[in-house]
């Protein structure tokens, strides 16, 4: 007899395998988005699972909470640290690695035990498991009458490690906040005794080609302005610095007013008459107003 093949059987062989990849690819990779792109591949094949298991409320929590939150706090914190940031091997925790393989261990007896009790009893079945009122009212039944204690205590203590987080993460001001009269009298007194420019400084991408914060401004002469760039990603050295990038878009321009006025004045001039013209230091044709 040729045994039967179904939907969940197919979703199993093909959602599984790619799973256990996804997994593995997450600890073994040395990059961080590399790991999360793997892990939200896991998480996309885990609620694929739970949606062929007859459980649409865990696949609906899996996208919408684990897909959809988790992983944009995980992409949020990358952005925030950097990508590009070097981990230190220097153990800041004392025993992690005896805490962590005693971990894995116990993870893995748990898994063994979870699997071995799977293929010795007999399954009950998911009619049986969840009734005749379905799988999210059985589920809403059993959390808020048998499990509501537990449930009320897991939100209470993520609420407290929201709250500890928040002012762990607050810190006392180093400085007292300065006030507009203060800053003016402070820009005004900079000004007369050093010459620093009182006004605001020029934002990023000004008269370039694109207006990201690692592209730094264009003065009208087409110089950089050392003031639009901010100093951390100088540091850093990502800060585009390609003089000739930079100015394409000013000589573009710069040459399609030079066209557009020599052709109002009736003025054809030839190759040797275009190199003649007076050009500043940066290549720029220099245009009478």
């Not at 996208?63 to 800041?92: P, R």
């Amino acid at each position: 007899m040729i045994p039967l093949v179904t939907a969940q059987a197919v979703a199993f062989w093909v959602l599984g395998p790619l799973s256990v990849i996804a997994g593995v690819g997450m600890v073994v990779n040395r990059k961080p988005v590399h790991s999360a792109l793997c892990l939200a591949g896991l998480m996309v094949c885990l609620a694929g699972l739970y949606a062929s298991l007859d459980a649409p409320f865990l696949f609906v929590a899996q996208i919408i909470v684990y897909t959809g939150a988790v992983m944009m706090l995980f992409v949020f914190t990358m952005m925030v640290i950097g990508i590009d940031t070097v981990d230190e091997m220097i153990e800041t925790i004392k025993g992690q690695r005896v805490a962590a393989i005693i971990g894995v261990v116990g993870l893995l007896a748990l898994l063994v035990l979870a699997v071995g009790h799977g293929i010795v009893s007999s399954p009950a079945g998911l009619e049986q498991a969840t009734g005749a009122d379905g799988n999210v009212r059985s589920l809403a039944y059993l959390i808020f009458s048998d499990y509501v204690f537990p449930f009320e205590a897991t939100a209470a203590l993520l609420i407290t490690a929201a709250l500890a987080a928040m002012v762990l993460a607050h810190g006392e001001p180093l400085f007292k906040q300065e006030q507009q009269k203060e800053r003016i009298n402070r820009r005004t007194k900079e000004f007369g005794e050093k010459g620093t420019q009182p006004g605001p400084l020029p934002n990023p991408g000004v008269y370039a080609r694109h207006n990201s914060v690692d592209y730094p401004s264009l003065l009208p002469d087409g110089s950089i302005s050392d003031d639009s760039i901010i100093p951390t990603l100088a540091e850093r050295g990502i800060v585009v610095v390609d003089k000739n990038r930079l100015l394409t878009p000013t000589k573009s321009a710069n040459k399609a007013i030079v066209d557009v006025r020599d052709d109002q004045k009736g003025i054809v001039p030839g190759d040797d008459e275009l190199a003649a013209e007076p050009t500043d230091e940066n290549g720029l044709k220099e245009v009478n107003r």
